[in-house]
């Protein structure tokens, strides 16, 4: 149930600002934002906190963080937005996707597999063992740590706000898949 109902245009200048600086030309700016627009200062750090620019690491890696974070706080909203806007580009396959959400690691390669483990660990006790944080350590630079340990924070505070707001999918975007009978 939507409890705040997302902005109409006209916007006001400084939404209107912000979802041209946010959304890809000629895409019409999705609910989230359009519901963030009724707070323009949130909207506006929404946007300008955003880790969606070339960072340290990959569109993948990065994707793989934020569709795992983003199933195990039960965002759909913001699952499916990234499917549809990002997901052909970091190349998952259907089994992949699912993956994200049913946490099965076996069709991710072992690195990747961390960053499962990683989102894991971190919705869990907003923490990171010692033993996961030596093979990440093994595998990623600092400053790809840091990002990757923002990225997953980002995504559960937008996760809070899909998830409390009521957000209703965009049209089109997928819907988690059901789970396997028995499961």
Same mark, same amino acid.
């Given at each position: 149930m939507t409890r705040i109902p997302p902005c109409e245009p006209p916007?006001?200048? $400084?939404?209107?600002?912000? /979802?041209?600086?946010?959304? &890809? &030309? *000629? #895409?019409p700016p999705i609910r989230l934002f359009r519901t963030l @627009? =009724?707070?323009p200062r949130v909207l506006r750090r929404v946007r300008r906190g955003g880790l969606l620019d070339p960072g340290a690491i990959s569109l993948r890696e990065r994707e793989i963080v934020i569709l795992r974070t983003t199933a195990l706080c039960r965002s759909e909203y913001e699952w499916g937005?990234? %499917?549809?806007?990002?997901?052909? $580009?970091?190349? /998952?396959? &259907?089994?992949? !996707?699912a993956a994200t959400v049913s946490g099965d690691r076996?069709?991710?390669s072992g690195t990747e597999r961390l960053l499962l483990a990683l989102c894991e660990e971190l919705h869990g006790s907003a @923490? #990171?063992?010692?033993?996961l944080w030596r093979e990440l350590a093994a595998a990623y630079r600092p400053d790809q740590l840091v990002e990757l !340990?923002?990225?997953? *924070?980002?995504? =559960?505070? %937008? $996760?809070? !706000?899909?998830?409390a707001l009521g957000i209703a999918l965009e049209d089109g975007a997928p819907r988690f898949p059901a789970a396997p009978a028995g499961a």
């Open positions: 916007y006001s200048p $400084a939404a209107a600002e912000d /979802f041209v600086k946010i959304m &890809p &030309p *000629g #895409v @627009a =009724h707070n937005v990234h %499917i549809v806007f990002f997901g052909k $580009a970091a190349g /998952f396959t &259907p089994e992949q !996707l076996a069709p991710f @923490a #990171v063992s010692d033993e !340990l923002a990225l997953a *924070g980002q995504y =559960h505070t %937008i $996760a809070y !706000l899909t998830n």
